[in-house]
């Protein structure tokens, strides 16, 4: 499954994109290790497999919760993105 956490505004649409059949086989779970916002949380989902997800109360504040790891901020790739060996993560901006 894909799944969609965030929101689009005025300035534009800021959404992590999960692929749940990746998650399914991950190992480490690295992305809630990665995230200096702790912005993931490994939970069941609706078929009873252990996934990530977003912390609901984040979900609507990705804009500011993400600036920091974001190109203007002088990352070249995020650190979530970077330790999905499984490649689950997408961010949409
Ligand atoms: S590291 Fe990637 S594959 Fe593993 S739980 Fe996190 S998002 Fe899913
Ligand atoms: S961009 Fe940074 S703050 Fe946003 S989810 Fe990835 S590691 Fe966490």
């Known amino acids: 499954m894909i799944a969609n956490y965030g929101y689009q505004d005025g300035s534009g ?7 749940t059949d990746r998650c399914l086989d991950c190992e480490g779970h ?16 609706d078929y009873d497999d252990e996934v990530a997800t977003i912390v609901v109360s984040a979900r609507k504040q990705l804009k500011e919760k993400c600036a920091g790891c974001k190109p203007a901020a002088g990352y070249e790739t995020l650190p979530c993105t970077e330790a999905c060996r ?3 993560l997408t961010h949409s901006w």
């Not at 649409?13 to 692929?19: A, K, L, S």
Request: proline content about 8%.
């Open 86 to 88: 499984p490649g689950a």
């Open 30 to 45: 690295w992305c809630v290790e990665a995230c200096p916002q702790s912005l993931f949380l490994i939970e069941a989902d």
């Open 13 to 19: 649409e800021y959404y992590i994109t999960i692929d």
